[in-house]
Antibody, heavy 119, light 108 residues
Framework: QVQLQESGPGLVKPSETLSLTCTVS????????WSWIRQPPGKGLEWIGY???????NYNPSLKSRVTISGDTSKNQFSLKLRSVTAADTALYYC?????????????WGQGTMVTVSP | EIVMTQSPATLSVSPGERATLSCGASQSVSNSLAWYQQKPGQAPRLLIY???TRATGIPARFTGSGSGTAFTLTISSLQSEDFAVYYC??????????FGQGTRLEIK
């Protein structure tokens, strides 16, 4: 049973870099696509991007200039970095795995980690 | 970017009755459409993918239909645990993968 767990600081200052890690247990990160999705308080879901096989990545064009998603198969982890954050980046951040390669319906989610951007 | 529009924003239905939720895409997404259920304090739960395929463990009372630009999620005989927010999501044309704004299903 694959499980995902997000970790990282809950508070980030404006203009700084948000850094989160997703640890995968019960499976390997060497296949599937591993994604980050966020949800501002009281709002809907926004796809941030994915990494595949700790190599290729793809990002939401609206965030592309500020986002990097990377992977470490040796640690079974993948990470999100979001630079130059503002209050608009305050959200619950989820990591997720799609149901099968090339089919981006997400059947496995982490519990989410709340990140607040504030001085 | 494909815009997903869900209606209604809020749906009030009595337990035991049927609920019909709609999702529209700004351009065709073929059958690359998923539905999720989200309860307060929980991550979204995949219900349907491929527009009509139930995910593992999803009860048969959840039915997805549609293709192209118009989709429907039908929940027959609502149970108390079904009252939640529902999101549709397209994964045909990306980036970005996009979600609808959600439909809140509440008890009437």
């Amino acid at each position: 049973q694959v499980q995902l767990q997000e970790s990282g600081p809950g508070l980030v200052k404006p203009s700084e870099t948000l850094s989160l890690t997703c640890t995968v247990s019960g499976g390997s990160t060497s296949s599937y696509y591993w994604s980050w999705i966020r949800q501002p308080p009281g709002k809907g879901l926004e796809w941030i991007g994915y990494i595949y096989n700790s190599g290729s990545s793809n990002y939401n064009p609206s965030l592309k200039s500020r986002v990097t998603i990377s992977g470490d198969t040796s640690k079974n982890q993948f990470s999100l970095k979001l630079r130059s954050v503002t209050a608009a980046d305050t959200a619950l951040y989820y990591c997720a795995r799609n149901i099968s390669p090339g089919r981006f319906a997400y059947d496995i989610w982490g519990q989410g980690t709340m990140v607040t951007v504030s001085p | 970017e494909i815009v997903m529009t869900q209606s209604p924003a809020t749906l009030s239905v009595s337990p035991g009755e049927r609920a019909t939720l709609s999702c529209g895409a700004s351009q065709s997404v073929s059958n690359s459409l998923a539905w999720y259920q989200q309860k307060p304090g929980q991550a979204p739960r995949l219900l349907i993918y491929g527009a009509s395929t139930r995910a593992t463990g999803i009860p048969a009372r959840f039915t997805g239909s549609g293709s192209g630009t118009a989709f429907t999620l039908t929940i027959s005989s609502l149970q108390s645990e079904d009252f939640a927010v529902y999101y549709c999501q397209q994964y045909n044309n990306w980036p970005p993968i996009t979600f609808g704004q959600g439909t809140r299903l509440e008890i009437k």
